[in-house]
RNA sequence: GGGCCCUUAGCUCAGCGGUAGAGCAGCGGCCUUUUAAGCCGUUGGCCGCGGGUUCAAAUCCCGCAGGGCCCA
């Protein structure tokens, strides 16, 4: 597959194009200028002139005007001694229209050897066509860049999954609504900046190699300082420095940035991606569920346009408020299950070993509880629910509910069936910390590789005085699926981690 | 990790024991308002890789690689 990509090798197109290539060089021409003529973007001139009625063909030839854009050139439909061509730019078609009669010398040589692939710029007047498309009258062409390899097919698109992610520019080339897709992504990103900056968050950045991986479990990725000669874990989460943050006298801070989880891929699961947490001063969780909210319906409205948004068969609504439900609740509502049985342990451990759950002897009943609410539950949260009052067990760095220190104050946000924010009231007593670090420190003896290792220099942070917390941390990547309907997250990661076709090189030398 | 499926021309796909096919793209023609332009002609293939079965394998069997979907 991929044969042409392989760089340099004897190929039918790149031959011939090559050769083209010389002949343009023997036109005089500067195959390779530094810079291109352009007045106008494509996009602007199809935005101010795209109402035919307003603009009619005798309306834009009065206008007298000149326009040089430049584009990569999608389409070319010869006839004869005339060439329609589409120009993309940014995602935006314009038409140029070339007659041989109109085309300044060597123009029309230049074309012959034109190839969909180049980028070309093109310089005359505004007119309409018989159909009404908007189009260059070509006067003018100046030669930009030659493509030695062919575009995937203009119908089709490149459809190939394999091939569209590990060569991500043809897909962004031939499959519109990829480019637009990315697009959208970069706006939320930047509206959630936004919306955080306005509610007097400070972004900071905090360290992606740990030596300790904290603030969530998960395998982490391992790697090696030569100098210091020391293991280094790529972050697993930022929580535990930016709370330091919040100890140093920050009152609210967020990083938007990359975790890396060592863990299978599916299609929500990449093992790097895009997290924001952040964390402010004197707040609890009830401020958190109104800040996500407020977020999230916003970029439904001011990103995407509307606070409906479809997501595959099923719209989904992301206007204020969402739904709130307790964990256990939850588990009695979705899988059917008297809300008592719940409540006693031995009940629980029958629940759980009649749908199969591993271990299920041997876990702890808030651990068990867990997995309860990921079999009956999860999956079936479309519309956005907060779900409450999670086991202890589950969340090392909580504070307990007032009355009942089994359960602790945090929500987990579900959306479209995928878990999309995760948010406590942070625990600030040390002592209680500790205890809860030995707790894991104790699942990790006993084999849970996943568990949480002490960072007794975080614990250290906190005897000096941590004031009361809310903090969260939401995925961006599955946002991003959610607010643009894409069913996988490779559809919204530009290069999602692939297997290497053969071994690299640097694999080879060593 | 388990199950199912995919891999054939640059791209999109047929073909499923008997000489390797189509559309688009390319190349050569015709055509001065086309838009999946049209018409005539034409180049291009380690049928993912390695074994096997067979007189004969793209096709059947086994293994490997890469990918996809579902489940855990």
């Excluded at 698109?157 to 394999?162: I, R």
């Excluded at 891929?265 to 800040?291: C, I, K, W």
């Amino acid at each position: 597959m991929i044969r042409a990509g392989a760089p340099m090798q004897p190929n039918q197109y790149r031959d011939i194009r090559l050769e083209k290539l010389d002949k343009l060089k023997a036109l005089g021409l500067d195959v390779w200028p530094r810079k291109a003529k352009r007045t106008h973007g494509i996009a602007q001139l199809a935005e101010i002139y795209a109402d035919a009625e307003a603009w009619p063909n005798e309306k834009l030839e009065g206008l007298g005007m000149t326009a040089s854009v430049m584009g990569r050139v999608l389409t070319i439909r010869e006839m004869g001694k005339s060439v329609f061509a589409h120009l993309t730019e940014n995602g935006e078609k314009l038409q140029a229209f070339f007659r041989k009669d109109d085309v300044a010398e060597p123009g029309w040589d230049v074309l012959k050897l034109l190839d969909m692939g180049d980028f070309v710029s093109v310089t005359g007047p505004l007119m309409r066509t018989k159909t009404g498309e908007l189009s260059v009258r070509v006067k003018e062409v100046q030669f930009l860049s030659k493509a030695l390899l062919p575009l995937p097919e203009k119908w089709h698109g490149l459809q190939d999954k394999e091939q569209r992610y590990r060569q991500r520019y043809l897909d962004l080339i031939s499959n519109g609504d990829v480019l637009k897709t990315f697009q959208t992504r970069s706006r939320i990103v930047s509206g959630i900046r936004r919306f955080m900056e306005g509610q007097g968050y400070l972004e900071v950045e905090t360290p992606m190699m740990q030596p300790i991986p904290g603030g969530a479990t998960a395998r982490p990725f391992i790697t090696h300082h030569n100098a210091l000669d020391m293991s280094l874990y790529l972050r697993i989460a930022p929580e535990l420095y930016l709370k330091r943050l919040i100890v140093g006298g920050f009152e609210k801070v967020f990083e938007i940035n990359r975790n890396f989880r060592n863990e299978g891929l599916s299609v929500r699961h990449n093992p790097e991606f895009t997290m924001m947490e952040f964390y402010a001063a004197g707040q609890d969780l009830r401020d958190m569920m109104a800040l996500t909210e407020d977020l999230i319906s916003g970029l439904a409205r001011d990103v995407m346009g509307s606070e409906t948004l479809p997501w595959g068969e099923q719209p989904i609504s992301y206007a204020k408020p969402f739904r709130r439900l307790t964990l256990k609740d939850a588990i009695a509502e979705y899988g059917h299950i008297d809300r008592h049985l719940l409540e006693d342990g031995d009940s629980v451990r029958a629940l759980a070993k009649a749908v199969h759950i591993e271990d299920a002897g041997a876990k702890t009943v808030g651990t068990l509880l867990g997995d309860l609410f990921e079999h009956h539950a999860e999956k079936q949260l479309i519309q956005p629910t907060f779900i409450t009052d999670y086991p202890i067990e589950l969340s090392p760095l909580t504070k307990t509910l007032e009355g009942d220190d089994r359960f602790v104050d945090r929500f987990e946000l579900f959306t479209g069936g995928m878990e999309l924010a995760n948010a406590y009231s942070e625990l600030n007593d040390p002592v209680d910390q500790m205890g809860r670090f030995q707790a894991q420190m104790a699942e990790r003896d006993a084999g849970n590789d996943e568990a949480m290792l002490l960072d007794m220099d975080f614990v250290t942070s906190l005897e000096h005085g941590f004031p009361p917390c809310g903090g969260e941390g939401i995925g961006i990547d599955r946002l991003v699926m959610l607010l643009t309907n894409s069913a996988s997250i490779r559809d919204v990661i530009l290069f999602p981690l692939m297997r290497p076709t053969k071994p690299s090189e640097t694999e080879e030398k060593e």
